[in-house]
Nanobody, 115 residues
Framework: HVQLQASGGGLVQAGGSLRLSCSATGISINEYTMRWHRQAPGKQRELVASITKEKIQSYAGGVEGRFTISRDNAENSVYLQMNSLKPEDTGVYYC?????????WGQGTLVTVSS
């Protein structure tokens, strides 16, 4: 049974930082592309950042330079360091793992940025 457990969300003031974690069980993430998505209230889910098994990172335009995605295969986890947070970063953040036709989603963790 595959599970992705996201954690680290919370309430933070604008300009602050949070570090999200996503720990996987039931799979070894070594061969997976890992991604973070978010869903703001009343909006569709959007991709925030991704990191391939070769550790190639990519970011949505609005977070580049503020967010950093990383992975620790030994810990079977992926992380999202979020700095200089803005109110528009508010939302539920989800992680997913994908390899070929296999894709797994975690439950979300809520990030609220107050102005």
């Amino acid at each position: 049974h595959v599970q992705l457990q996201a954690s680290g969300g919370g309430l933070v003031q604008a300009g602050g930082s949070l570090r999200l974690s996503c720990s996987a069980t039931g799979i070894s993430i070594n061969e997976y592309t890992m991604r973070w998505h978010r869903q703001a209230p009343g909006k569709q889910r959007e991709l925030v950042a991704s990191i391939t098994k070769e550790k190639i990172q990519s970011y949505a335009g609005g977070v580049e330079g503020r967010f950093t995605i990383s992975r620790d295969n030994a810990e079977n986890s992926v992380y999202l360091q979020m700095n200089s947070l803005k109110p528009e970063d508010t939302g539920v953040y989800y992680c997913d793992a994908q390899r070929l036709f296999y894709r797994y989603w975690g439950q979300g963790t809520l990030v609220t940025v107050s102005s």
